[in-house]
């Protein structure tokens, strides 16, 4: 295997880097103290293509592959985890899930407007009572003549409000029928349709995470992406790919912590000396540096993987509950090395050591991704 980035990946990198010290660092503290989601710093990154990182040219998309998007959606959470959230919900579950099952004509209807963020993507999975049990969700779809009249609510829906467009997954058929779920396309101003609660997070406090309500909401037949009953068996696919998303959302947060703290412990002084130089320190760097090249070798193997369209649910679930538990352990060390300086809202770490928690949650916790694992090599 060929380790060595990409041109495009190195292109990519060098451009994350200039537009993050433009548009994000200089704002980044205030989005997450007043959880303001920047939607017009969005649009900018869609001029620039990151918003439509895998999404086909012949639909205005980068039409880049997996090993791009890793970087894309490393090098924004080096910088700010939250923007990396958003980013990937938009990227890889909303367009993703579009990208992957619609047909050309919802193609051609929704993925060019997503690939420029023009419009925001949302994905409704999670509801307030299933989480990591999503077969058993309420929200329902009951078929009116070409209709389909949606009634329930979704609960921590990245972008459930500033989403122009959600991909909903909802109950067609019997709780635990993985053939009793269909995956939807609703607009927003669809009659029905209307956002809940902003939820008050302890990080990711710039990416938007609300709740999504439907009352007799009517969408139309051809907003059914592939075939009724197949929304369950799509969306476990689209995780799939989601979870080398937050698998590099992780990483790229870790190595955010892990910069700082290189430069830190250079620059700190105790004892007559750089704190670097006493080994508790050292070697809490040493253990950061090798967690974080262990993970981007587990997520490049993913990505590897889906890029050569093999089955990548097992090396997506290492990848992911990997650099998501490391993303944790880095970022507290990271404070540490800080001592009470990390402990303040003055330094960056405390941010990445907030933000770092999501990534054992969101696309399937830490404990999901292991009876992932375990299914498959007990098979
Ligand atoms: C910031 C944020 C953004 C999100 N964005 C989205 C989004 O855009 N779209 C969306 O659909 N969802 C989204 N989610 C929801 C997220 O995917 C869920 O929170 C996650 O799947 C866990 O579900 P839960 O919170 O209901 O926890 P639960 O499922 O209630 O789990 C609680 C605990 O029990 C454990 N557990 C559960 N079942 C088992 C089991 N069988 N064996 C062992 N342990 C188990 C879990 O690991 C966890 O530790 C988001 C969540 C957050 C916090």
């Known amino acids: 295997m060929d380790f060595k980035p990409t041109e495009n990946q190195v292109f990519i990198a060098e451009t994350i880097r200039k537009f993050g010290d433009q548009h994000i660092r200089p704002r980044m503290m205030e989005w997450d103290e007043e959880q303001i989601f920047p939607v017009d710093m969005f649009r900018k990154l869609g001029e620039l293509g990151m ?48 990208n992957q099952f619609g047909n050309p004509e919802q193609k051609k209807r929704w993925l060019p407007k997503l690939a420029t963020a023009e419009w925001i993507g949302a994905w409704g999975l999670t509801e307030a009572n299933t989480g990591s049990d999503a077969l058993r969700m ?35 058929g019997e709780a635990l029928d993985s053939h009793g779920i269909t995956a939807f396309v609703v607009e927003r101003g669809t009659p029905g349709f209307k956002a809940g609660k902003k939820e008050n997070k302890l990080g990711m406090r ?25 929304g369950f068996i799509q969306a476990m696919k689209v995780l799939d790919g989601g979870r080398i998303s937050i698998a590099s959302l992780g990483l790229g947060i870790a190595k955010g912590a892990y910069d700082a703290s290189l430069k830190y412990s250079r620059e700190r002084q105790q004892f007559g000396k750089p704190i670097s130089q006493f080994q508790a320190i050292a070697f809490k760097l040493a253990d950061m540096a090798a967690k974080i090249e262990a993970a981007e070798l587990l997520i490049l193997k993913a990505a590897d993987l889906k890029e050569r369209g093999e089955k990548v649910s097992k090396h997506s ?46 696309e399937g916790t830490s404990e999901i991704q292991k009876m992932v694992i375990a299914r498959e090599i007990l098979k």
């Open 51 to 98: 918003m439509g990182v895998l999404i086909p040219q012949e639909y205005g998309g980068a039409g880049l592959g997996y090993f791009e998007y890793v970087t894309v959606i490393s090098e924004i959470s080096r910088i700010c985890g939250s923007i990396g959230l958003s980013v990937a919900a938009h990227n890889s579950l909303c367009s993703g899930h579009i």
């Open 138 to 172: 309420q929200c329902v779809a009951k078929q009116d003549g070409n209709h389909w009249v949606i009634n329930g609510a979704k609960n921590w829906i990245t972008h459930g409000k500033s989403g122009d467009v959600a991909v909903l997954l909802a109950r067609t």
């Open 206 to 230: 710039a990416s938007e995470t609300t709740e999504m309500i439907f009352e007799d909401c009517r969408i139309p037949a051809e907003n059914i992406l592939g075939n009724v009953g197949d």
């Open 317 to 362: 679930a290492f990848a992911k509950y990997y650099a998501s538990e490391i993303a944790v352990q880095v970022s507290t060390d990271a404070v540490q090395i800080f001592g009470g300086y990390g402990y303040t809202k003055d330094f960056p770490v405390e941010k990445y050591y907030r933000d770092s928690k999501l990534c054992t949650i969101g």
